[in-house]
């Protein structure tokens, strides 16, 4: 019945003549599905046709009556078959990473792109709100700041490009952290103001970007930052961090643990320059998913050449 099947160049298999699909939202849209559907049922028939020629001997006789094929070649074009099927596995999975990536980086950008909304005073609601711009009102408490160090300066475009910042960085100095009192929520949480080179981690030697009285700002929502094993052990006592332990971060300066990255907009003249958030993510996957089918087309080109012309 198989044999049948696969010799029947009309047939395709169940999924492929399953109910029409749903309705999507556009002719076009529907004109793909049913192509990308087509595509993967001759590939399938073309896969099965495959596996019986090589594994199958009667299969084999019947489609290519009179033709002998050396032990030696036959071990081989298995061999070559099941190269090529691996190959092609990885490259599948290459499109599944592809599309899980496109997905990650729309979600990214819709989330940092977003309109800023009001700050939930629910520290538990934080991650899920990851990157979210959230607009907060209040009072900074410049008596308690702290940094983070050593950071280097993302310009905003280096900020928002995909391909990362490492080696385009114009300086490198300290990430300045400052409670801030709601105003409306009662609460005190930590803001990342933003970059200030080694010269000016004195909070001294920039006073006129101290800002003081009520001020709203916007900023984004950030959770902890991984630690390495070859990271700094902390300076509690003179206000020093080398990592983005909201945890440890609000427990040293008796805040809620919610920490916001301000935005370049609030960027003071004399103060820390915002918008220091790295939003950046690699997307290499569309290389592997052509190394991989092109690896597999390549077997399968030489399995045709050496082993089909053969019968």
Same mark, same amino acid.
């Not at 036959?74 to 190959?87: D, G, N």
């Not at 990885?90 to 899980?100: A, D, M, N």
């Not at 711009?133 to 905003?156: A, Y």
């Given at each position: ?10 047939? %395709? ?26 595509? %993967? ?39 070559? %078959? ?230």
């Amino acid at each position: 019945m198989l044999k049948r099947m696969c010799c029947n160049s009309q047939w %395709m298999p169940p999924m492929a003549r399953a109910s029409p699909p749903s309705p999507s939202p556009s002719l076009a849209g529907r004109w793909f599905e049913s192509r990308a559907a087509l595509k %993967m049922a001759r590939s399938c028939c073309f896969l099965v046709r495959l596996c019986l020629l090589l594994f199958d001997p009667t299969f084999r006789e019947t489609t290519f009556p009179g033709a002998t094929i050396p032990r030696a070649d036959l071990q081989e074009s298995k061999m070559t %078959m099941t190269a090529f099927l691996r190959l092609a596995v990885r490259g599948r999975t290459s499109v599944k990473r592809l599309l899980w990536k496109q997905d990650l980086i729309a979600n990214l950008e819709h989330r940092t792109r977003a309109p800023p909304v009001d700050l939930p005073p629910d520290p538990l609601e934080m991650p899920s709100l990851e990157y979210r711009r959230m607009r907060v009102r209040g009072t900074f408490d410049h008596g308690n700041e702290m940094i983070i160090l050593p950071r280097s300066r993302l310009d905003k475009g280096q900020a928002e490009s995909r391909r990362g910042v490492v080696g385009r960085t114009s300086q490198h100095g300290a990430q300045v952290v400052t409670p801030f009192v709601c105003s409306d929520l009662g609460i005190t949480i930590l803001v990342n103001r933003g970059f200030v080179p080694m010269s000016r981690l004195d909070p001294a030697s920039r006073t006129k970007g101290q800002v003081e009285g009520e001020v709203e700002l916007v900023g984004l929502v950030r959770l902890n930052e991984p630690r390495s094993a070859f990271t700094p052990d902390d300076d509690v006592a003179n206000r020093r961090w080398h990592s983005r332990d909201v945890s440890k971060l609000a427990q040293a300066a008796g805040t809620f643990p919610i920490f916001l990255d301000a935005v370049a907009d609030s960027t003071v003249p004399g103060g820390p320059i915002g918008g220091q958030t790295n939003v950046s993510l690699r997307n290499d996957h569309t290389q592997y998913l052509l190394t991989w089918y092109g690896l597999s087309a390549l077997t399968l080109l030489l399995w045709v050449q050496k082993f089909v012309r053969k019968l």
